[in-house]
């Protein structure tokens, strides 16, 4: 494959990665059953304050961005593109996708979600311009303060699920499906979707994700 191609490819992946991860988070809150760690604290903050939810995401995306100064993370252009784009693509999908009725057909839309959040996040992250600010977060105090990935990421959601989980967010059994399974889902499809490492157009691509980088 051509440098151009090459380029061409990740770039590709990047936009319909972004805009299918936003979407998915709008189907797995259609259904109503439970989300992600991070959505419960955008939801919870959307309710508090009657913002919309694509901006309350894009918001948080930008406040985290703000906390990897201290933590001396460099952010990459996916990494912006990231903060920019999820939250309206979240909201085009609510604005889309109407109420779900029945305990089933939401069971199904969760799925849904929950698999395409999973390819989602492998185009993105494979396109290879650098992590989601939530994931650079969890990477960067990882580097610069130790401590076992699983145990930084951990903590972390622990805290945004408990603010969000009190201001209302829907936290139920589609968040902890979601923490059982996206890690599998992602071990998955990021291989699959990954961009060989080359350098493309003058440009030194980004180092592969470490597998432990699921989540936007």
Known sequence: MTPRLTMTRRIAQLGFGLFFYGFAIALMIRAEIGVAPWDV????VSL????????????VGLIVLLLWIPIRQKPGIGTVFNVALVGPSAQVGLWILPEIEGLGLRILVFVAGLLLLGIATGLYLGARFGPGPRDGLMTGIHHRYGGKIWIVRSSIELVVLTIGAILGGNLGWGTLAFALLIGPIVHFTMPRLMVPAAITAGTVVTPEPSPDVTVN
């Open 48 to 59: 508090s304050t009657g913002l919309p939810f694509g901006l309350v995401t894009n918001i």
């Open 41 to 44: 604290l955008g939801q919870g």
